[in-house]
């Protein structure tokens, strides 16, 4: 079964496994599937991340970030023509020929260096300006917390991505996708561990956190300040590790945003 159909196919059971808790339905299912992907994170990906990040050099990981940030930019502009925001899908535009140009392909943020605006808008950002503004949480498979706008948006460029389109060679292609998701891991491993050391609920506190620094973001609503409005889902029915290095973690992002506590 082919990855797109896997993930289709889990929205829509995710749907069919209802709770009672008015801020995540799909309690039961997103459970297990934390479970799931708690137990791969704990066994696989967590420790390839630490190895990652202990044996390549730092400039040389800021090198590969740099190339899939550039890679988001095109997402971006894409999300932004979308949303007929002009002012924003132009930057996007600027910002990607400037570092491929100019950064070696995306290796150097000169876009940065320049100032150049940075917007990293998905396409849930854009379902969100669309009014999808409140989404229900929803786990997705073999990732981690969303939202079933964002796992929809997340799904789609998934299937229709960037480096799809430049990688032509299926195994050169899964090879560029597991890196890309190790790095994307070596951001979050501070985050992570600190929640496991303080949350005695690392489910619940996951999705609070995650919920409510989408909402922030998306304009929208989550928990009690939640308003009456019907949703569309209703209508749907890096860091090192502290304890053996001493160097600063990384700040992890959400949707191209730093996340701060």
Not at 80 to 93: P, Q
């Amino acid at each position: 079964m082919k990855m797109r159909h896997f993930l289709l196919i889990s929205i829509v059971c995710g749907l069919t496994a209802c709770a009672s808790n008015p801020n995540d339905p799909y309690e039961p299912y997103n459970r297990a599937m934390f479970k799931v992907n708690d137990a791969l994170d704990t066994a696989v990906l967590a420790p390839t991340a630490r190895g990652y990040q202990k044996v390549v050099p730092k400039p040389v990981r800021s090198g590969v970030t740099n190339v899939f940030d550039n890679l988001k930019d095109v997402v971006s502009f894409g999300s932004n023509v979308l949303r007929l925001d002009v002012e924003k899908a132009s930057t996007d535009f600027v910002r990607v020929g400037f570092n491929t140009v100019f950064g070696l392909g995306g290796l150097l943020p000169m876009a940065d260096l320049a100032q150049i605006p940075n917007n990293k808008n998905t396409l849930g950002d854009t379902f969100a300006s669309w009014g999808w503004k409140n989404s229900n949480y929803f786990v997705m498979p073999l990732s981690g917390p969303s939202t079933l706008r964002d796992s929809l948006g997340n799904t789609v460029t998934m299937v229709y991505s960037p480096q799809g389109a430049l990688i032509s060679n299926d195994k050169v292609l899964a090879g560029v996708t597991a890196l890309n998701v190790v790095d994307t891991r070596t951001k979050y491993i501070g985050l992570t561990d600190a929640v496991k050391d303080a949350a005695p609920d690392k489910y619940a506190y996951t999705r609070d956190f995650y919920m409510r620094y989408r909402a922030k973001q998306t304009g929208g609503k989550y928990g009690d300040s939640e308003d009456e409005e019907t949703d569309i889902d209703d209508l749907m029915g890096d860091s090192e590790n502290a304890s053996a290095n001493k160097n600063p973690p990384e700040t992890p992002e959400i949707n191209g945003e730093k996340v701060t506590e």
